[in-house]
């Protein structure tokens, strides 16, 4: 990990904790242990990766830091969600998370739903305040990506195809498409809201949504390898469950060695399409070539 990355992370990581810290205050009330478990799954840990995506990508632009840190706090809000809702018992029925309980387990899981709930509602409420961007046109557009790629044709639909993957047989295509849709759309969001905030037209991201997609598909192979040959104290959750389930993964279609020179080829792609930046793209860089060295 290079310094400057180093630096960004920790930088984001805690900016991150404050933001939720100021946005989660735990009420005198009957909604106590709700706000509890939203912190609880919210503060501390993680990797932030899609956090500091939106600053990377915010600063090629000059996007102002406060405006950076909302639309980066309502991506993270819907990546939490999705992690508490994921490790439910109906769904991946995990009992770790971030090297700690999972929320149904350090509460209970109508508490973790809620918890899931509201944090996926407070990311639109977040982007939808003025703080987030003077020109609402600009947060509608916020708004409307974040939607699409946490709903149907995003996260959420790749989810639905991972639990259907326990019941029937995955080809290649079908394994990229899920992973495209249910880790990749979130990171394409992130990249896409540093964009969106720094004013760009659409026609001028056709670079940094080639970036995203690599990425995101080299970070899904990563986790994969992870997954196989990751340490689970480092991890903070447990591995090998999906050999353990029967789901195809990149592993099981390609094999690990190629598998991992796939991964290689997707981030030396993903830089690539950042030719047209100079240094100031350097933290991008960073990241799409931290994607196959983290251990977590």
């Given at each position: 990990?290079?310094?400057?990355?180093?630096?960004a992370?920790?930088?984001?990581?805690?900016?991150?904790?404050?933001?939720f810290?100021?946005?989660?205050?735990?009420?005198?009330?009957?909604?106590a242990?709700?706000?509890?478990?939203m912190?609880?799954?919210?503060?501390?840990?993680?990797?932030?990766?899609?956090?500091?995506?939106?600053?990377?990508?915010?600063?090629?632009?000059?996007?102002?830091?406060?405006?950076?840190?909302?639309?980066?706090?309502?991506?993270?809000?819907?990546?939490?969600?999705?992690?508490?809702?994921?490790?439910?018992?109906?769904?991946?029925?995990?009992?770790?998370?971030?090297g700690?309980?999972?929320?149904?387990?350090?509460?209970?899981?109508?508490?973790?739903?809620?918890?899931?709930?509201?944090?996926?509602?407070?990311?639109?409420?977040?982007?939808?305040?003025?703080?987030?961007?003077?020109?609402?046109?600009?947060?509608?557009?916020?708004?409307?990506?974040?939607?699409?790629?946490?709903?149907?044709?995003?996260?959420?639909?790749?989810?639905?195809?991972?639990?259907?993957?326990?019941?029937t047989?995955?080809?290649?295509?079908?394994?990229?498409?899920?992973?495209?849709?249910?880790?990749?759309?979130?990171?394409?969001?992130?990249?896409?809201?540093?964009?969106?905030?720094?004013?760009?037209?659409?026609?001028?991201?056709?670079?940094?949504?080639?970036?995203?997609?690599?990425?995101?598909l080299?970070?899904?192979?990563?986790d994969?390898?992870?997954?196989?040959?990751?340490?689970?104290?480092?991890?903070?959750?447990?591995?090998?469950?999906?050999?353990?389930?029967?789901?195809?993964?990149?592993?099981?279609?390609?094999?690990?060695?190629?598998?991992?020179?796939?991964?290689?080829?997707?981030?030396?792609?993903?830089?690539?399409?950042?030719?047209?930046?100079?240094?100031?793209?350097?933290?991008?860089?960073?990241?799409?070539?931290?994607?196959?060295?983290?251990?977590?």
């Amino acid at each position: 990990m290079t310094p400057l990355l180093a630096a960004a992370l920790g930088d984001v990581g805690e900016e991150m904790d404050r933001q939720f810290d100021r946005l989660l205050p735990v009420p005198d009330d009957a909604r106590a242990s709700l706000y509890q478990a939203m912190r609880h799954a919210s503060i501390g840990g993680g990797k932030r990766l899609r956090p500091l995506l939106v600053f990377a990508t915010g600063r090629l632009f000059g996007v102002d830091r406060r405006c950076m840190a909302r639309a980066a706090l309502a991506i993270e809000a819907i990546h939490v969600y999705s992690l508490i809702h994921d490790d439910l018992p109906a769904m991946d029925d995990d009992d770790m998370r971030r090297g700690k309980p999972t929320v149904h387990k350090a509460f209970d899981e109508a508490t973790a739903i809620l918890a899931g709930d509201c944090l996926h509602d407070l990311a639109f409420d977040v982007l939808a305040h003025e703080d987030t961007h003077a020109d609402p046109f600009v947060r509608v557009e916020l708004i409307a990506d974040l939607a699409r790629a946490a709903g149907p044709a995003g996260m959420g639909g790749g989810q639905m195809m991972d639990l259907k993957a326990e019941e029937t047989t995955f080809d290649l295509p079908t394994v990229t498409r899920l992973q495209a849709m249910k880790t990749g759309a979130l990171i394409s969001a992130s990249v896409e809201a540093g964009a969106i905030l720094g004013r760009v037209p659409v026609e001028g991201r056709t670079g940094l949504r080639g970036y995203a997609r690599d990425i995101g598909l080299a970070f899904q192979i990563a986790d994969d390898l992870l997954d196989v040959e990751g340490d689970e104290e480092a991890a903070g959750k447990k591995l090998r469950k999906d050999g353990e389930a029967g789901k195809e993964t990149f592993l099981s279609l390609l094999g690990i060695d190629r598998a991992r020179e796939q991964a290689r080829l997707l981030v030396d792609q993903a830089i690539a399409h950042l030719h047209a930046h100079g240094p100031e793209a350097d933290l991008l860089r960073d990241i799409a070539r931290y994607v196959l060295e983290r251990d977590r």
